[in-house]
């Protein structure tokens, strides 16, 4: 797999690959032939995948130029990429690129990407991976100024590392292009409250079609990069999740509870699950299940603290694989005391509720339970989170194991 930096050196194309125009207080005489007369400057709030490019957006070159750029970035096909992070709207920290066939300049918060094969595939395969949470996941993680002060994304040490896979299969490479041109297109006037305004289409409308778009383009990259079920849910829970927490702690998702209610069936197998936690038990489960013997399985049941919703209490269970959860469940699992009680005498230390309360995360591990309480969060339910806890778990379980105190494990 190569970067991005080895698509465009190849052709000697690096000197045409770099930032726009930049601005000076000091007025500047472009030279003559330096830049052609037809070049134009973009706006920068109307580069985006949602926003085509069109004359609205133009405006003439400022003569106060301190440095011109390089005019080869400003020609024919090329992939622009803004080099701040965007912050406003939803989802924040998006990072925002498109594909340019006009000539015209750009300043330099914009970067100008030329492959060494001119062809509008390949531009278009590069540009679905500038908008799949991958390039977003792998960006965030490696760029030194995203998440410390003013988010972005520098050139040559960041964006041009970014690993390139273009597909070898001519179907995977279509519907890729496929969805590129699809989201591209797709630029709905927006329905307002307006007598005089009949057409449009509702914003929420506009926002569920782009996010379904945006869901198919990312599952076409994750089979590109040949992603496995692990890597894609770690992707997705954190562009998904911990990104919007990042953001807006207090209003986004990430922190409201994944339970609002009881339950009404608070218990069953990994074939009767619950909506929302419900992907946190199958991920554990099936985290677990690989060292367990081969004629049991996990049962869960899921407890709440009284008058409130604050925590979360679930416990996972070793029975027959034959045992139905209705007769093997207990008569208390309606009970939040007596998980804390079952808690508290599986652990080397005490536990009491306040520290559950004050730390918001106890797990533990006994012959016959798994038991682990946290907040009720979003983000602390999440599939990334299940394998975190399963293997945290199983540390617990063998170190049991090894001081002779248990034994559950194959």
Same mark, same amino acid.
């Given at each position: 797999?190569?970067?991005?930096?080895?698509?465009?050196?190849?052709?000697?194309?690096?000197?045409?690959?770099?930032?726009?125009?930049?601005?000076?207080?000091?007025?500047?005489?472009?030279?003559?032939?330096?830049?052609?007369?037809?070049?134009?400057?973009?706006?920068? +709030?109307?580069?985006?995948?949602?926003?085509?490019?069109?004359?609205?957006?133009?405006? !003439?070159?400022?003569?106060?130029?301190?440095?011109?750029?390089?005019?080869?970035?400003?020609?024919?096909?090329?992939?622009?990429?803004?080099?701040?992070? @965007?912050?406003?709207?939803? %989802?924040?920290?998006?990072?925002?690129?498109?594909?340019?066939?006009?000539?015209?300049?750009?300043?330099?918060?914009?970067?100008?990407?030329?492959?060494?094969?001119?062809?509008?595939?390949?531009? &278009?395969?590069?540009?679905?991976?500038?908008?799949?949470?991958?390039? &977003?996941?792998?960006?965030?993680?490696?760029?030194?100024?995203?998440?410390?002060?003013?988010?972005?994304?520098?050139?040559?040490?960041? #964006?041009?590392?970014? %690993?390139?896979?273009?597909?070898?299969?001519?179907? #995977?490479?279509?519907?890729?292009?496929?969805?590129?041109?699809?989201?591209?297109?797709?630029?709905?006037?927006?329905?307002?409250?307006?007598?005089?305004?009949?057409?449009?289409?509702?914003? @929420? @409308?506009?926002?569920?079609?782009?996010?379904?778009?945006?869901?198919?383009?990312?599952?076409?990259?994750? @089979?590109?990069?040949?992603?496995?079920?692990?890597?894609?849910?770690?992707?997705?829970?954190?562009?998904?999740? +911990?990104?919007?927490?990042?953001?807006?702690?207090? &209003?986004?998702?990430?922190?409201?509870?994944?339970?609002?209610?009881?339950?009404? &069936?608070?218990?069953?197998?990994?074939?009767?699950?619950?909506?929302?936690?419900?992907?946190? #038990?199958?991920?554990?489960?099936?985290?677990?299940?690989?060292?367990?013997?081969?004629?049991?399985?996990?049962?869960?049941?899921?407890?709440?603290?009284?008058?409130?919703?604050?925590?979360?209490?679930?416990?996972? !269970?070793?029975?027959?694989?034959?045992?139905?959860?209705?007769?093997?469940?207990?008569?208390?699992?309606? !009970?939040?005391? !007596?998980? #804390?009680?079952?808690?508290?005498?599986?652990?080397?230390?005490?536990?009491?509720?306040?520290?559950?309360?004050?730390?918001?995360?106890?797990?533990?591990?006994?012959?016959?339970?798994?038991?682990?309480?946290?907040?009720?969060?979003?983000?602390?339910?999440?599939?990334?989170?299940?394998?975190?806890?399963?293997?945290?778990?199983?540390?617990?379980?063998?170190?049991?194991?090894?001081?002779?105190?248990?034994?559950?494990?194959?």
């Amino acid at each position: 797999m190569k970067n991005l930096l080895i698509w465009i050196m190849a052709a000697g194309l690096l000197s045409g690959c770099a930032q726009g125009i930049y601005r000076s207080e000091i007025p500047r005489q472009l030279e003559d032939g330096t830049i052609v007369v037809d070049v134009v400057e973009i706006k920068i +709030n109307t580069l985006g995948k949602d926003i085509l490019l069109d004359k609205d957006g133009y405006q !003439s070159i400022s003569k106060k130029v301190k440095d011109r750029g390089i005019e080869i970035a400003y020609k024919g096909q090329r992939i622009l990429v803004k080099r701040g992070i @965007e912050q406003k709207g939803v %989802p924040k920290g998006r990072i925002v690129a498109t594909m340019a066939c006009k000539d015209f300049a750009f300043r330099n918060s914009v970067y100008g990407i030329k492959l060494q094969n001119d062809t509008e595939w390949e531009y &278009k395969c590069i540009l679905g991976i500038l908008w799949s949470s991958l390039a &977003k996941y792998y960006l965030l993680l490696t760029s030194y100024d995203w998440g410390v002060w003013h988010d972005e994304i520098r050139f040559k040490d960041e #964006l041009l590392e970014l %690993p390139i896979c273009l597909p070898k299969k001519e179907a #995977l490479g279509s519907c890729i292009v496929r969805i590129v041109d699809k989201l591209q297109a797709y630029d709905p006037v927006v329905k307002v409250e307006d007598m005089f305004q009949t057409e449009g289409v509702p914003l @929420e @409308e506009i926002e569920t079609k782009r996010r379904e778009l945006e869901l198919q383009l990312d599952n076409a990259i994750f @089979e590109l990069y040949a992603l496995g079920e692990a890597e894609i849910d770690l992707i997705r829970d954190m562009c998904d999740t +911990n990104l919007a927490y990042y953001y807006s702690p207090d &209003k986004s998702t990430a922190c409201k509870p994944i339970l609002s209610a009881p339950l009404k &069936k608070n218990y069953g197998t990994i074939k009767q699950l619950p909506d929302g936690i419900g992907g946190y #038990l199958k991920t554990f489960i099936k985290s677990w299940s690989p060292y367990l013997d081969k004629d049991t399985q996990l049962h869960w049941c899921i407890h709440l603290p009284p008058k409130t919703d604050s925590m979360i209490a679930i416990v996972f !269970s070793i029975h027959p694989k034959n045992a139905k959860p209705e007769d093997a469940e207990t008569a208390d699992r309606d !009970s939040w005391d !007596s998980v #804390l009680e079952r808690m508290d005498s599986s652990m080397t230390h005490h536990c009491g509720s306040s520290r559950i309360y004050i730390e918001g995360l106890v797990q533990a591990v006994t012959k016959e339970e798994i038991l682990i309480i946290k907040r009720n969060e979003n983000r602390l339910w999440t599939k990334s989170m299940a394998r975190e806890d399963a293997e945290a778990t199983l540390v617990r379980a063998m170190n049991r194991i090894s001081a002779g105190e248990m034994n559950v494990c194959k």
